[in-house]
T-cell receptor, first 113, second 115 residues
Framework: KAGVTQTPRYLIKTRGQQVTLSCSPI?????VSWYQQTPGQGLQFLFE???????NKGNFPGRFSGRQFSNSRSEMNVSTLELGDSALYLC????????????FGSGTRLTVV | QKEVEQDPGPLSVPEGAIVSLNCTYS??????FMWYRQYSRKGPELLMY????GNKEDGRFTAQVDKSSKYISLFIRDSQPSDSATYLC???????????????FGQGTILTVHP
């Protein structure tokens, strides 16, 4: 079956712009989590959505937001981009909230210039 | 201090060696302990998970958790060049915890197995 699909794979944006990243979970998975991966900080939790509701949020500024649609697809948005937002953004899906069987996508590589 | 500490390595071993990867953590609420493997330009993939203290074996991989010392280990026997990747420990709270659902990743250990 198809895995977690993230689009686009690569993105270059200018400081101050905003960006929207998309994630399509594995069919039947209802929970979607987002993580930011950087060489300095590693993988850091952004937020998790289940049944269109945000269930948990990491320690990121309000410029980072997300949502989940009724078909479980999710988007995350970053407004007023900063150079430090350059990172690999990973989406993971699971059957249920807090499931241990998270499957990750290959990520979106965002570069802010 | 980070909640999960993991030696980033890099670790280089010959093919066939036994590899030991370790993490320490500080949050007593962690009850599930996952190990992920990440190849270059890919997302992490779940290798194994254990619940609470104890051992779990899956083929060449063995995961150990010692909650009394807050120490997590992953052992790889008969290591292969295809095991070359970054290994990440990721503990998680149990249902009802304030951060339920959130994986707290270690920094990751870069492993190279050379032929």
């Amino acid at each position: 079956k198809a895995g977690v699909t993230q689009t686009p794979r690569y993105l270059i944006k200018t400081r101050g712009q905003q960006v929207t990243l998309s994630c399509s979970p594995i069919s039947g998975h209802r929970s979607v989590s987002w993580y930011q991966q950087t060489p300095g900080q590693g993988l850091q939790f952004l937020f998790e959505y289940f049944s269109e509701t945000q269930r948990n949020k990491g320690n990121f500024p309000g410029r980072f937001s997300g949502r989940q649609f009724s078909n479980s697809r999710s988007e995350m948005n970053v407004s007023t981009l900063e150079l430090g937002d350059s990172a690999l953004y990973l989406c993971a899906s699971s059957l249920a909230w807090g499931g241990y069987g998270y499957t990750f996508g290959s990520g979106t590589r965002l570069t802010v210039v | 201090q980070k909640e999960v500490e993991q030696d980033p390595g890099p670790l280089s071993v010959p093919e066939g060696a036994i590899v030991s990867l370790n993490c320490t953590y500080s949050n007593s609420a962690f009850q599930y302990f996952m190990w992920y493997r990440q190849y270059s330009r890919k997302g992490p993939e779940l290798l194994m998970y254990t619940y609470s203290s104890g051992n779990k074996e899956d083929g060449r991989f063995t995961a150990q958790v010692d909650k009394s010392s807050k120490y997590i280990s992953l052992f790889i026997r008969d290591s292969q060049p295809s095991d070359s990747a970054t290994y990440l420990c990721a503990p998680r709270e149990e249902a009802g915890g304030t951060s339920y659902g959130k994986l707290t990743f270690g920094q990751g250990t870069i492993l190279t197995v050379h032929p």
